[in-house]
Structure formats: C-alpha cells, structure tokens
C-alpha cells in the first residue's frame, strides 16, 4: 500500500518534468521565431544603394537568409535556469581521483622546457629510439599541429634522417625544422594588389580572432607603404563594432566608410568601394562581423558581400583570419571560410601569448591556403610577414 | 581526416566479445581509441594520458552488464568518469557576502566577456536581481561603448569611461551602486594575455581591493592545447572561482573544458552558446562529455540498451498501460522514438545479445511505414478511442493513408490483441512490459 502510494508520487513527479520540459521548449520555440524576425528584418535592410536590380536581389536574399536561419537555429538551447539551483550534481572526487589530477597539476606547472628538455637530453645522447620519436610527436600536439599531421612530420623526419645518415643531433633538430617549414611554404606571401583598380581585401572569421584589430595594422602597413587606403565598416551587427573601426581608423589615418548599425553590409562594403574608386583610392579593406562556420545564413550573408563588391571590381584578397590559441577547429574553420568564400590567404593572430598556432601546418597542408602574416600584440605595428623559418623554430623551442 | 570514433569503434567490438569481465587487453584496445578521440577533441596531450591510464586502472577487473559488449562497458565507464570529473557541486554564483555582490570576468583578449558580462546582466535581472555593468576595459577601441549598448538593451546601468583608471573605475561603480541600490555590480575588464605580468597585476589589484564574490575565467571552447597554460597562469596570478565557456554553439569539440577542469579544479559555471544575450546555459557535464568523447550517438545507444527505453517515457507508458489507457497515438510515439536510432536492423545488430535472438524476425521497415501512416490518417479522437472506428472511417483512413482496408483491419485488430495482453501485463505489474516494441507484423 505505501509502496504503491510511494510509487505514485515518483511518477507524478516525473510528470511534473515532463510538463516543465515541454514548457520550456515551448519558450524556446517562441524566441527562436522573435529572433528570426530580427534577423530577416536586419537582411531586409538595404542601406544607402540605390541601384535598382541590387535592391532586388537583396530583397529576395532576405527570404533565402530567414528560411538558412530557421535551419540554422534549430538546435538552439534550453532557456532558463536558476542562478543559485543546482544544476547536475555528480559526485565528490574520491582520494584516488585526487591523487592523479594533483600528479597532474604538479606536472604541467612544470613550463614546456619540461617538454623540449627530453627532447634535447636524447639529442645529445644521440639515441634515435621510440621515446626520442613519441616526445618528439608529443611537443607538435602540444603545438597544436593535431595527431595526423604530427604523425606525418615524425615520418618525413624518419625517413630523411635514414636518407641523409644523419648522425649528429643539431642536424636531427635541423630536420624537424625543415620538414615543418617546407610544408608552410606554400603559395604567395604577402598582398596581391589589383592592377586595373581598386584593390578589395576581404576580412573574414570567426568571432574574436582579432579581424578588426588586423585591418587596422594591414591599413597601417599599407599605408606606410604609400598606399591609400579605405576601411568598410560591414560588421553592423557586433555593439560598438562600427565604432571601433573608426578609433582605428582614425588612429592610423584612414576614412571609415560606415551606415548605420543593424544595416545591410554588403551595402556598406559597395559604398566603401564606390567611394574608393571616385577618389581614385588604391584598397578598400572591409571588416565583416564574426561569424561561426558552422551557421549556414551568416556564412551566406559573407557570399552575398563578396558577390555584390563584385559587381565592381574583384576581390583580389579574402584573408582569414585565425586565432593561434585555437585548436583542432581551425582546420574545419579554414575548410569552411575556403569553400563559402575562397580564402587566399592567413592571418594568425595573438602569437606574442603562449599558443603556437601549430594548426596551420595542417591548414597549409590540407588545404594550400597561404599563411600571409602574424599578429604579435594589440598595437597597430605589431603585424608581421609570416616567416616559415621563424615560425617552424618556435614550434620546437 | 579522422572517421568519428564510433567508425573507429567498430573494429574493436567486432574482436572484443562476450567475458564476464573486462580484460586488461580489452580496456587498452578502447583505451587507445579514446586517447585519440580525446587529443582530437584538443584535451591537453597530458591530461589525456592521465585521464586515460587512469579510467583504464579503474576498467579492469570490472564485471561487464549483461546488456553490453566489453567494449561498450569500456565507453560507458569512460563517460561515467568524465561526466564525474566536469561536473562540480559548486557550479552556482556565490551571493553571499557584503552588498554589492561583486563578480568579474576576466580572460584572454576576445574570449567573450563582455559578451558574458551582459548576459550575465540579464539574466540576474530576469531573476530579480538588480544589476549594474563596469566597463574597466579602457584599452580596446570602444570597448565601453560596447557594454553600453549592450546594457542599453537589456535595461542595465552601464558606468566607466576610457579616460579613467580600471581601479578608479570600479571604485566609483562601487559606491555608485551601493547609493543606487543595485545589489550586483558586474565588472568586464580588458583581455590580457596571462604571460603579461603588468595587465595580471593590474586585476589582482581590483581583486585585491574589492574582493569580488566571484571571478570568472571567460575561455574559448575552440581553444587547443594552451587552454592549461592560460587556466594555470590565472589561477597563479589572480585565482578565479569558476569559468564561462563561450562560443559552444560552434562544432569545436571543446576539450579545453576537460583540461583546465582537470588541472586548476575549477567549476566550469556557465555555458555560453550564441551572440544574443539570453544565449547563456548552466554548463551540462554529461553535454560535454558526449561532445569531447564525439560519441553521442554511441552514448545514446549504450544508454538505449541499459534501458531499452526513456525512462520518463516508460513510467508514463506504465501507467498508462495500468490504467490500459495505452493509445494508438502512444504507439505512434513509440515508434518514432525507436525511428530516432536509426535504421532497425542496424540499431538491433549492435545491440548485444539481440542481434542472435531478432535473426528470424525481420523488421520490414515498409510495413513501419505503413502503419505509421494510417496511425497518421486518423483523427485524434480515432486515435485515442478506435472503438469509434466503423466501416466508412476505415475507408477513409486506408484512402488517406494509401492502404487497404485490409491493412487498416489488421492493424485495428492487433492493436486490440495487444490492449488485452497489456493488460494481462499490467495485472502483473511487470515494468517488463514497457520494454519490448509491443508489435511484430
Ligand atoms: N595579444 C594579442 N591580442 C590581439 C591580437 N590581435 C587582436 N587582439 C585582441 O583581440 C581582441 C579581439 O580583437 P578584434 O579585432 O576586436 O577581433 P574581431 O575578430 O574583430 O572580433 P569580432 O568582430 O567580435 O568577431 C581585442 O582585445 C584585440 O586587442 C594579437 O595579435 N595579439
Ligand atoms: N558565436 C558566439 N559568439 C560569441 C559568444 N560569446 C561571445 N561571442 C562573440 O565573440 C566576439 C568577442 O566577444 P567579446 O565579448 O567582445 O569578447 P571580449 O573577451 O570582451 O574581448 P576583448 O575585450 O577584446 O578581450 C564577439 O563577436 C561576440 O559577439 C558565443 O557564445 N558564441
Ligand atoms: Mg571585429
Ligand atoms: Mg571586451
């Protein structure tokens, strides 16, 4: 009797769960739709062109964009929780447990001398043997380069060390550079200037690599080359995002070409380029809001900036730009951006912190997208020319 | 590049099969799989190994459930573990302490804290709190300008300036928020790499003045194998409470979260899950751990095989068999949430044991088809009382549904068969009887 009762309550309260989840699905359905709205009103927007048939075209992208985006959306999230409630509760650690991570804790505090040092030891002892190759393949994961890519450096650097009878350590240590910078050598360094008019660079990304703060130092290097220069403010979506343009802008000397926020952008990086051409400007770079790969609309909406600029002169540079401290993701970044857009080239931005950005090695590999430069800090001048050499030595110091 | 770990999976449960208890071998060879799935996922290279021999230290000697294969009993130990290891009692905001209730957000340049900061914003506000926003951010072009609008948007007070001290600034807000009665004040600061000593200093400075309830470290889920480094440097130079993972709705797998989980033993608190401001989440651990492991669907399955059933879904089932309330709308369910697996014939040959015992029925996937459209031709009230059911409504449902009468019939009369035998079930009160697909056509 007071089993079955017992019973009972269980099974209303599994009711009462079920009842909350479907409410709060129907919640985050309802949200979906008013985000939807926003977004196609933000598409349907067509800023200052007045070209007629654009118009047209914009107009009818907004219905393609809104119907992406309800794909796109629907793996959206579960919408509300208390602060201070408890979310999943899994057990405290036990002693055993917290044996192993603090083992761990105490070894990693040890900084990545502990990981070249091995490395260096079997060099000088000169034994080639399976840990002198796993430590070796242990500091390219750590650098990001990713376990395929990693396994393939390890055996090119076999088999040319067999080759070439290598017997010295210096000249082993020589090899891995080699193999690493052979394979980031691929295609042309540096920006491709349009000869018969205005030249356009595309900047594309995902959220937070530090797009914007790259325009500003290619506008800076651009324009200490004597170029002249125009920036296009077609992130109107970030807050601020326009406004931060323009403090760079300003800083280095350029116009901003801008609309107002939530507007069409395509429709800003036209303007910009309008305007480059009857001042008889030599590049319009256009800063693009940051967009995750993986959302269908927006990656659209970078397709449509590119094809409408078009109209007017090509787009001699699409550069991606790349966080170094991203990992295994940025391979399927780069496959992304490449295929909506044509990526010609790599900027790998923050590598004055501690990430070495060994992604790359596998980007350039897989897909032959160039690496153009490096961002190295937060200022305008910190902006290099990226050196294979250089960058293949960082990865093994 | 890399096929997703079930593919990989597939060899080892073809070898791997039918002990009592898992062997040292069998546990390496998934062991090795896991590894692999885990630097893919960017876990830190050491903290994989450790996690790794560890879950494998464990995993022997263990009895595998009647339900499995070793090689599943090995994944589910591994899930277990990890599910274990991000999760965390202490994953709520601390409101306890002098007013205002003080919570930064710190983190690499671009991570998402302002983005952070202002969801964090609403979401207190929605929850009755009265918040007020800081810009300490006076390095990056419009930075406070951002928090504005975003504060604008949600109905927060914004205070800050460029032209200030951080530490000026947030003394200020302090004071200002006390007078306005905000119980909260949430600071952003500046992105600063964890290797420039001065930045670090300059937030160990606000910490040390102010004392926030909570620091918050805002970190990529994109982010490799320099996610410890980071986590570490923080926590060294400035300690934190928790960590805010962003951009969660990309595709990275996010084995940061392990790492840094692991090495500093801080909660991760929130998830961060879109550019929108109501995208923030409570952090799911067994979410994220299907995410790092990249085997949800094998997770699921090995769940499904535990179970056989949702375990919410079959109580209600239960009870409505009990009261034989069980409904042709209710089958329908159930048969679309066995659709959800995947293909039958498939799904029936992993799971263990079955794969023998289904050899002589054959699940015509043709006739599923079938029967799910006349359930779908029906009307809601045919469907929950078909009693109602008569000649002309059974012509009408064979023509809607592209059948036969016949078809129709057979059906009406299994389902029949099937209510008596339910309730002969629930006489028994079997929890068995939930289980198994009620029809075989
Ligand atoms: N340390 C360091 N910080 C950088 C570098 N490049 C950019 N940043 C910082 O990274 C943060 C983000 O930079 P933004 O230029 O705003 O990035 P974004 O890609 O335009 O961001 P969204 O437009 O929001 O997607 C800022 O705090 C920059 O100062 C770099 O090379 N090194
Ligand atoms: N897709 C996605 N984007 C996000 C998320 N959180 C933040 N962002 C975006 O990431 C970029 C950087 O976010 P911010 O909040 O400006 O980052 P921050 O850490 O304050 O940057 P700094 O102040 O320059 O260090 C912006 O484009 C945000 O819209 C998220 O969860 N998902
Ligand atoms: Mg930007
Ligand atoms: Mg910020």
């Known amino acids: ?397 | 590049m890399f096929d997703s770990l079930t593919d990989r999976l597939q060899d080892v449960f073809k070898r791997l099969r039918g002990h009592a208890k898992l062997s040292e071998k069998q546990v390496q060879e998934v062991m090795r799989e896991i590894r692999l799935a885990l630097l893919e996922a960017d876990v830190n290279f050491k903290v994989a190994k450790e996690f790794v021999s560890q879950v494998q230290e464990r995993a022997v000697g263990q009895e595998v459930l009647q339900s499995l294969t070793p090689a599943q009993q090995v994944i589910k130990i591994v899930n277990e573990e990890m599910v274990e290891l991000l999760g965390s009692k202490e994953n709520a905001v601390n409101f306890s302490g002098k007013l205002p209730v003080t919570i930064m957000l710190i983190g690499l340049q671009g991570s998402g804290k302002t983005t952070a900061a202002a969801k964090l914003a609403r979401h207190l506000k929605s929850k009755g709190r009265s918040p007020m926003l800081v810009a300490a951010d006076v390095y990056r072009p419009a930075a406070v300008e951002q928090l504005k609008v975003l504060g604008e948007k949600i109905g927060v007070e914004v205070t800050g300036s460029a032209n200030q001290k951080p530490l000026d600034i947030v003394e200020k807000a302090v004071k200002a928020a006390l007078k306005a009665g905000h119980d909260t004040v949430i600071i952003d600061t500046a992105g600063r790499l964890h290797i420039d000593s001065e930045m670090m200093q300059e937030i160990s400075q606000i910490k040390k003045r102010f004392k926030p309830q909570e620091i918050l470290l805002t970190v990529d889920a994109m982010t490799g194998q320099d996610a410890v480094n980071v986590a570490l440097a923080f926590k060294e130079q400035v300690d934190f409470d928790g960590i805010v993972l962003t951009k969660l709705d990309g595709d990275a797998r996010g084995g940061a979260a392990l790492s840094m989980r692991a090495v500093t033993g801080k909660p991760i608190k929130f998830a961060s899950v879109g550019e929108k401001l109501e995208d923030l989440e409570p952090f799911y651990p067994d979410r994220m751990a299907s995410r790092i492991l990249g085997m949800g669907d094998m997770l699921s399955l090995i769940e499904k095989a535990q179970s056989a059933y949702d375990e919410n879904k079959a109580a209600e089932l239960e009870r409505k068999l009990r009261k034989q309330q069980f409904t042709l709308e209710d089958f329908l369910d159930q048969m679309q949430e066995l659709k959800k697996m995947g293909p039958l014939d498939q799904l029936l040959g992993m799971v263990p044991g079955l794969g023998q015992k289904m050899k002589g029925v054959s699940f015509d996937e043709g006739q599923m088809k079938r029967v799910e459209a006349i359930i779908q031709s029906m009307t809601r009230d045919e469907r929950v009382n078909p009693n109602i059911i008569g000649a002309s409504r059974r012509k009408r449902i064979a023509a809607g549904s592209g059948t036969t009468t016949q078809d129709v019939n057979r059906l009406l009369q299994q389902f029949k068969e099937m209510q008596k035998l339910m309730k002969q079930f629930g006489k028994l009160g079997g929890r068995k009887a939930s289980r198994a697909f009620p029809f075989q056509m």
């Open chain 1, 1 to 397: 009797m007071a089993q079955g009762d017992k019973k009972e309550a269980r099974k209303d309260r599994k009711e009462g769960k079920k009842l909350e989840r479907e409410q709060r699905r129907a919640a985050r359905r309802s949200s979906e739709q008013e985000f939807l709205r926003e977004t196609g009103e933000a598409a349907g927007e067509l800023g200052e062109i007045d070209e007629a048939a654009l118009e047209a075209e914009a107009l009818g992208y907004a219905a393609e964009e809104a119907a992406a985006g309800a794909e796109a959306q629907s793996e959206a999230s579960e919408a509300e929780w208390e602060p201070g409630a408890e979310v999943e509760e899994p057990a405290e650690p036990e002693e055993a447990r917290k044996g192993w991570l603090r083992k761990l804790r105490e070894g990693l505090s040890r900084s990545r001398t502990g990981l070249t040092m091995p490395l260096s030891r079997a060099l000088a002892a000169r034994r080639f043997d399976e840990d002198f190759w796993e430590n070796a393949e242990e500091i390219l994961i750590s650098a990001d380069v990713g376990l395929p890519m990693s396994v393939e450096v390890v055996e090119a650097v076999k088999t040319r060390l067999t080759a070439l009878k290598v017997k010295e350590p210096e000249e082993a240590l020589q090899a891995f550079k080699d193999v690493v910078a052979e394979k980031l050598s691929v295609g042309e360094t540096g920006i491709k200037f349009n000869p018969d008019g205005v030249t356009v660079i595309l900047v594309v990304g995902v959220n937070g690599t530090g797009k914007t703060t790259t325009i500003a130092k290619l506008a800076n290097y651009m324009h200490e080359q004597g170029k002249t220069v125009i920036l296009a403010a077609a992130d109107t979506f970030r807050a601020a995002a326009i406004e931060q343009l323009e403090v760079w802008g300003e800083r280095v000397g350029v116009h901003t070409v801008k609309h107002r926020p939530g507007s069409d952008s395509a429709a800003v990086a036209y303007d910009a380029v309008e305007a480059a051409q009857a001042r008889g400007i030599d590049a319009v770079i256009v800063d693009t809001a940051g967009r995750l790969h993986t959302k269908v609309n927006l990656m659209e909406e970078l397709r449509k900036i590119k094809r409408i600029v078009e109209r007017k002169v090509p787009v001699t540079e699409v550069l991606l730009v790349l966080d170094a401290t991203t990992g295994q993701n940025g391979l399927i970044q780069a496959r992304q951006f490449k295929e909506t857009v044509g990526v010609t080239g790599i900027v790998l931005t923050k590598l004055d912190g501690t990430a070495k950005g060994g992604i790359v090695v596998a980007i350039e590999h897989e897909l032959g997208i160039p690496i153009k430069f490096i961002g190295v800090g937060e200022k305008m001048h910190d902006l290099l020319p990226f050196d294979p050499t250089g960058f293949a030595e960082a990865l093994f110091s």
